[in-house]
């Protein structure tokens, strides 16, 4: 059994920034690429970012590159999601979830672990 503990999410006006984290346990998290994801409201869930087993390959949807950046600490556990200039269309319950494989995919169904998600509301 994984458990993947998401937090960092809040309000932040147009153009801030947040950090969120996952904290994973129950695994050998190292083995295991890791994704972020977000469902807005109304929306299918949609990748935003995600992550290779060591870090070394990473991958951002469009409509986030150059102002969100993934990262992993293996020896602490966790995945981060450094998530700046961020944009009212930027609001929706962020999740972290883990893949079954050391290489991430784009789509959802293909996760076997999620977190219980963590709010990012960005508005004025």
């Known amino acids: 059994q994984v458990q993947l503990v998401e937090s960092g999410g809040g309000l932040v006006q147009p153009g801030g920034s947040l950090r969120l984290s996952c904290a994973a346990s129950g695994r050998t998290f190292s083995n295991y690429a890791m994704g972020w994801f977000r469902q807005a409201p109304g929306k299918e869930r949609e990748i935003v970012a995600a992550?290779?087993?060591?870090?070394?390959?990473?991958w951002y949807t469009d409509s986030v590159k150059g102002r969100f950046t993934i990262s992993r600490d293996n020896a602490k556990n966790t995945v981060d999601l450094q998530m700046d200039s961020l944009k009212p269309e930027d609001t929706a319950v962020y999740y972290c979830a883990s893949h079954p494989t050391r290489f991430y995919s784009y789509y959802a169904r293909n996760y076997n672990y999620w977190g219980q998600g963590t709010q990012v509301t960005v508005s004025s």
């Open positions: 992550i290779a087993w060591n870090g070394s390959v990473k």
